[in-house]
């Protein structure tokens, strides 16, 4: 049987949301904020949000010649306040893009702006590698430079957007801060199950439990009963719950995986879940 050339490889550095949670606790599934890689091919590697796991990357890509995209779901403090301890940054003859974002401001780099002297001590302008702001047409820069990705906005307070990236004929779905069925709507259930349909992996959001409710409606993350049903609607092989709460405890994600893999089976026992953990990889 011949040997099956990856499309992709997916890895985890941070999984949770709002605050670092480190401790005890949180020993197993990591106390790192949201940072996820995505291999495509020999030298190029996309990174999803820039939260305190991406430290961790840089240390691991400090040795490979690798050109690297950093796109942001949005530029909340959990999802940039790693960036400024990336290794690669303070390697001259590194290529790393990042991409600005609508929020705020017309043009705005907050993985860079945040690098302005008073909030960090080195700035942006004093970087030895080559560090690149994309302010326009970030998509079709991306697709030009190999990636196959397309966008949808969630819902989130402020605004966030969610990516899809396809290679090879499988796929990964990156759905992080966002609320499924909020008290406003910028997009529909039913748009998200079309975005996500048939995904081999769908990694999304799961910050609240019924027991969070109805305090936190509203504030842009989903229950993990509502992100299984978009998964079951949308048939993805595998889900994998992300941005976990800085209060939620190992064991309790370990109870909330079970019981998520659960209902799928029940479903359909081609799909399963696994709740996000640090070192998680997925080949695909």
């Not at 995209?69 to 940054?89: A, K, N, R």
């Amino acid at each position: 049987m011949p040997h099956h050339k990856l499309a992709m490889t997916i890895k985890f550095w941070g999984v949770r949301g709002s605050v670092p949670s480190p401790g005890t606790a949180t020993l197993r599934y990591g106390g790192n904020t949201s940072c996820v890689s995505v291999h495509v091919e020999a030298g190029k590697i996309l990174i999803l949000d820039a939260g305190t796991g991406i430290r961790r990357l840089g240390q691991a890509l400090a040795d490979e010649p690798t050109d690297i995209y950093v796109l942001l779901s949005h530029p909340h403090w959990d999802h940039i306040q790693g960036f400024p301890f990336f290794e690669p940054l303070y390697q001259s003859g590194r290529t790393v893009y990042v991409f600005s974002t609508p929020q705020g401001k017309p043009v705005w780099c907050a993985t860079l702006e945040q690098m302005d002297g008073a909030h960090f001590p080195v700035t942006a302008d004093q970087l030895p590698s080559n560090t690149q702001c994309i302010t326009e047409g970030v998509m079709a820069f991306l697709r030009n430079h190999g990636f196959c990705i397309s966008q949808i906005a969630t819902n989130h307070p402020g605004s966030s957007s969610g990516y899809r990236i396809e290679k090879q004929g499988r796929s990964v779905v990156y759905l992080t801060d966002n609320e499924l069925k909020p008290p406003y709507e910028t997009t529909t259930f039913d748009a998200f199950v079309q975005f996500c349909r048939h995904a081999d992996v769908l990694i999304h959001d799961a910050q609240y439990l019924e027991s969070d409710m109805p305090h936190k409606h509203g504030w842009g993350h989903s229950l993990v009963s509502q992100v299984r049903e978009l998964a079951a609607a949308a048939r993805v092989k595998r889900l994998v719950l992300f941005h976990h709460d800085p209060e939620r405890t190992d064991d309790e994600l370990d109870l909330i995986q079970e019981e998520t893999h659960a209902w799928l089976q029940q479903r359909d026992p081609s799909m399963w879940c696994t709740a996000a953990f640090e070192g998680l990889v997925i080949d695909l």
